[in-house]
């Protein structure tokens, strides 16, 4: 539009609409020449002159009809609507008006809404301040929609840490023993568990008018209490101090015995929960625990069981004569001489020297030194170290991606077929030397040879089903889909690898930084990037 203080021409519906200030606040007589010669700059028809006299004689301060202005339109206000990807917010764009053109009217945000199909979540407000105070060449936020509020079961929230990491990780896969969270002492009374109550599913919708259909939430975890704990209003409370786990899905306490040392002041430990050592077990003593058991100092020739997890805080030096068994996952410093059977993960920080290990998770050394050298290895998951095997050191034997469990079968088996073939190779003797003996003693001849050929008839038909046998495990020893080792530096010759059955040669020279992975049955290599590690399962 175009204005002075006395008078003013604007565009409205296809109309030019004039508008006179009452006289009293007129600063200057406004004449219909005036009015005639802003109608010629903006391109208006003419009218008569009657018509705009009487408009000016009337000065109401209204808009007023003076003459039809179709093209008006191209001076207006022009807005623009742009919707978000997700069509949940649309904003507004306005065009100031040129001389002559109308100003942001709330009709003209509702048409541009209705056009760009903008039907819900209209931010009245914004729209009435924008009409108000003419805010222009903005992007302003003109409607919103809403988000679906997904629906959510019930679900358990534990006050104890459910999934035991006795570490703190540091970069490059290294870790600090510093922190620790292996034994969660509790004391009765203490909030163990609570249900934290489901969510209802809430539709949303977009700035368009369509809903968005919120996710059904899924069943209810169940909050499920265990030995020496109380359930109170969906809550589980300790009833006695003690050890915080789970077991079996059950929140429980265990009974938890802290001693200083296992030795002659309190003899072998056979105890029914967790176990804490603040020292260490003397030579020739025995620790058995239903819950896990840690030990703060260095161990030897010892012998522990544990149903749960186990820390060896400062490691084991067993001589070969240290016996270890662990339900859960194991973390140690280092492990020298010493067979340890482990049902979960393998956790080393420094090395594993001339011990024979069974494993049916992974097994991870990870720190400075990482190396395993010496003894035996079975794994069923994988195996990541930085060095594999030594340089003066005795033959060191690791298989991988195999239960070790299969494995010790399949060794079982091929001991019973070399003790069947000896007993059928003496047998076999027995017959021979029989058949060459004098006629002398034919009863007696003739009975023995009749028991030494049911023998072998027995042993031949023993022995072919122990072969048969043997095979079909072989076959089941196939490796473990994606199983994988990694030696970050230097795997040395006299290695023994394999995966299953399939032997993988290192060579005299050995190799370095060097990742295997078991594929569909082949064994994918690759050399080991510090920037791009490999995943392990």
Known sequence: MIRDKDFVIVYHKGWAMLRVSPEELQTRKVYVEDVSNRMKLLSITRVRKKLIQEILDRASGQDEPLAPWPEGKQYSARVDITLTEDQLEAHAFVHPPRPGGEELTMDMLHQALEEALVLHGLELKQMETMVQQGLYNRRLLIA????????????????????????????????????????????????LAEL????????????????????????????????NVRLEDNKIFAVLDGNAC?????????PLLSLQNVDYSNGNIDFDGSVVIKGTIADGFEVKATGDIEVGKCIGRVKIHAQGSLMLK???????????????????????????????????????????????GNVMLVGGRAELMGGSLLVQG????????????????????????LLQQYTKLLQQIKMKAK??????????????????FRDSQDKALDYYEDQVRQLSQELGLLNKKSHQLKEEALPREGS??????????G????????????????????????????LKERGFNPTDPPDLD
């Open 144 to 191: 919103q929609g809403k988000l679906p509020v997904q629906g959510q079961a019930g679900r358990v929230k534990y006050h104890f840490i459910t999934e035991k990491k006795p570490f703190k990780e540091l970069r490059y896969r290294r870790i600090d023993l510093k922190e620790l969270n292996f034994i969660q002492n509790r004391k009765a009374g203490d909030l």
């Open 246 to 254: 789970l077991k079996s899905r059950k929140v429980t306490i265990e």
């Open 314 to 360: 400062s490691g084991v030096n067993g001589d070969k004569e240290a016996m270890i068994f662990c339900g859960g996952d194991c973390w140690s410093r280092y492990i020298e001489g010493a067979e340890l059977i482990c049902r979960g993960n393998l956790l080393v920080l420094e090395s594993v020297m001339h011990s024979r290990l069974s494993v049916w």
């Open 423 to 440: 007993l059928l190779d003496s047998a076999d003797l027995s017959v021979a030397d029989l058949k060459k003996h004098p006629q002398g």
């Open 196 to 227: 934290v109550l489901p969510v209802a599913p809430q539709d949303g919708i977009r700035v368009t008018g369509e809903v968005i259909s919120a996710q059904p939430a899924g069943p209810d975890e169940k909050l499920i209490p265990g030995d």
């Open 484 to 493: 994988l080792l990694v030696v970050e530096d230097r795997i040395y010759g």
């Open 495 to 522: 290695v023994h690898l394999s995966f299953g059955f399939q032997e993988y040669p290192i060579g005299n020279n050995g190799a370095k930084q060097l990742v295997l992975r078991c594929i569909q049955g082949v």
């Open 382 to 405: 994988s195996l990541w170290c930085r060095k594999l095997g030594g340089l003066y050191e005795p033959p060191t034997s690791v298989i991988i991606g195999v239960s070790p469990e």
